[in-house]
């Protein structure tokens, strides 16, 4: 079974600019996640979608961040413009079911960096 | 909101000893606990968890304990080989969202 995948693995931009990171889940799970992970940290949620509806985006700097899930699959987060502050590693993961309790399969990241 | 904090930040352990990480939660609607390992340039990956009704759980070298009075849980890894070095992740599950702890960075030394 193929597991999360991620792209792209690094990006670095100059601040002010813009960035979008593309997620593709395992297939069939309802549920996918974008989590912010800055260095020494543990991951922080951003925004939690099921099927293409987002349950939770209460922590998504919405000034800057976007995120969509377009048909329940894929999906994408995007920053601009970009601030030095959101240099990390931006972690997508997807769970089967909809309790939300599930196991949690994240892919390998995007680390970005912001000069 | 829910405040997970865990302890230690860093543990070396000599290969074949124990090895303990421990975590505390404030909600107590906190009803599922799991641990996380992630190896370098990976994203984390379930090695166990626990639900709020199980006092502890078992998977080979790898135990987790609960105490929902106190609100801690703890990861526990006996006979620790090199290929345990990594960095683990405590996290709990309330109100639909994960919450994680800032991670304890282990090292087996050979």
């Known amino acids: 079974e193929a597991g999360v995948a991620q792209s792209p693995r690094y990006k670095i931009i100059e601040k002010r600019q813009s960035v979008a990171f593309w997620c593709n889940p395992i297939?069939?799970?309802?549920?996918l996640y974008w989590y912010q992970q800055i260095l020494g940290q543990g991951p922080k949620l951003l925004i939690q979608?099921?099927?293409?509806?987002?349950?939770?985006d209460s922590q998504l700097p919405k000034d800057r961040f976007s995120a969509e899930r377009l048909k329940g699959v894929d999906s994408t987060l995007k920053i601009q413009p970009a601030k030095l502050e959101d240099s990390a590693v931006y972690l997508c993961?997807?769970?089967?079911?909809?309790?939300?309790?599930?196991?949690?399969?994240f892919g390998e990241g995007s680390r970005l960096t912001v000069l | 909101g829910e405040n997970v904090e865990q302890h230690p930040s860093t543990l070396s352990v000599q290969e074949g000893d124990s090895a303990v990480i421990k975590c505390t939660y404030s909600?107590?609607?906190?009803?599922?606990f799991p641990w996380y390992k992630q190896e370098l340039g990976k994203g984390p990956q379930l090695i166990i968890d626990?639900?709020?009704?199980?006092g502890e759980k078992k998977d080979q070298r790898i135990a987790v304990t609960l105490n929902k009075t106190a609100k801690h849980f703890s990861l526990h890894i006996t006979e620790t080989q090199p290929e345990d070095s990594a960095v683990y992740f405590c996290?709990?599950?309330?109100?639909?969202?994960?919450?994680f702890g800032t991670g304890t960075s282990l090292t087996v030394i050979p």
């Open positions: 993961a997807s769970s089967l079911g909809v309790s939300g309790t599930g196991e949690l399969f």
């Open positions: 297939s069939g799970h309802a549920t």
């Open positions: 979608f099921q099927n293409n509806g987002v349950v939770d």
């Open positions: 909600d107590s609607a906190s009803n599922y």
């Open positions: 626990i639900r709020s009704n199980v």
């Open positions: 996290a709990s599950h309330t109100g639909n969202q994960f919450y």
